[in-house]
């Protein structure tokens, strides 16, 4: 029942000799679960050995205080899933391992590649035998080892890793863990966030910086696009195995993925949301008693529009914290209810007003109808739908569900027929310049806008579409 976008996962990293890395990994996750909801997984190194532990569900569900005690080391990594490609079953779930001559390693991926059909024919596997594209730039990680004659040396695996990165096309933020080090590394368009955390005695990565936060490090800085980062004992270094290009970050970090009290590019996430709601308040303004969002992502732009335009700020939903995103609803009655049960009205702040709703984003727009006809039922005068993002048209390839364009509803209504069909008495969505200038204040570049544009930011094979049909 949650039509809201889907992103691919969360990744952390520590590299900590002496702490307890597999629980400080643990609430490292439990800040990103927000990122993967479908499954998680810790792996932890002693130096000698490697321990892996992984499940569906979510990070409170799988790991208790037991089971993180035997996990014991100085490093690891952990990762929280949402499958964009391969299926949500236990085979999928990651971190993925692999032990390849004096080797072994674990590697943790978020993003999406675009070029898994032709890797794959090179390695001579079929992808459907691999599971996934984390599962890919294992088996061609382990591949680049055993074409080496190993001693067991951690310079081989930085090798043999810097040799697989140029072969990879799409999102990719990684971490591995080796014996000994942690590797980190973004793709050369930055699709996808990672972070370089300092510790009084260690180093953390994440995708994240409230991961950061709730393990008490502190940010240095964003791993740069194209940049590889080997975390040892002799401290962080970086290199940059591919060639310079112009950034992309997934704009929809800030519209919807990324945690309100985290930072990117820069900038406040809480904030940035706040001058997409001002901005549209400047855009198209309207007469109304009180500006309601829906929760949660929306908020702060619905305080941004408020105090723009002057209207005052309602809280019209109480959100139940406590449903996953699936709700298991045989019939579309029960669906219908499946939307009362995540969001309630609050009924003496709706009836009889005049409305400004706030949503982040429109994708589908079914969960969204059902809201609207909840704010009728509850009594609202009018509905002006106010969006801050421009209409989602086209499918992301990068790490985003949104591979069906038949599914987006704005590549196949006009906003009239999208107002229309969701009841709405208005509706206006932000301008794409305003909503890149609210991001990136006074910048034209460094972000990704395909889903919204369909100007990708790298070339899309024929393959990676068909994969999809």
Known sequence: MDDSPKEACGVFGLYAPGNPVSHLTYLGLFALQHRGQ??????VSDGQKMWVDKDTGLVSTIFDDRRLQTLQGDLAIGHTRYSTTGSGDWSNCQPVYRDVRRHQFALAHNGNLVNTAQLSADLGIPYDGIGSDSGLVAELLARELSDDACNGDQQEVVDAFTRTIPQLSGAFSLVLLGSDFLIGARDPQGFRPLFLGQLDDGWVLASETPALDVVGAETVREIAPGEV?????GGVHSMTPT?????????????YFARPDGNLLGQNVHRVRQ????ALARQDPVQADAVVPIPESSVPGAQGYAR???IPFVDGFVKNRYIGRTFIAPNQELRSNAVRIKLN???????????????????????????????????????????LSPPYK???WFGMDT????????????????REYLGADSLAYLDIDDMVEAITPGKRTGLCTACLTGDYPIPVPDSAIAAVK
């Open 345 to 387: 009205p609050i009924r003496e702040n709706i009836e009889g007003q005049r409305l400004v709703v706030v949503e982040d984003s429109i994708i589908r727009a079914t969960t969204l109808r059902e809201t609207m006809r909840m704010m009728r039922k509850a009594g609202a005068a009018e509905i002006h739908l106010r969006v």
């Open 275 to 278: 001058r997409m709601g001002e």
């Open 403 to 418: 591979t069906d364009r038949s599914k987006l509803v704005a590549s196949r209504m006009s906003v009239e027929e999208i």
């Open 38 to 43: 479908e499954a998680a997984g810790i792996a």
């Open 229 to 233: 980062v080997v975390i040892n004992a």
């Open 243 to 255: 060639p310079a290009v112009e950034h992309a970050l997934c704009s929809f970090e800030f519209v």
């Open 394 to 396: 086209w499918p992301c």
């Open 308 to 310: 723009e335009s002057g």
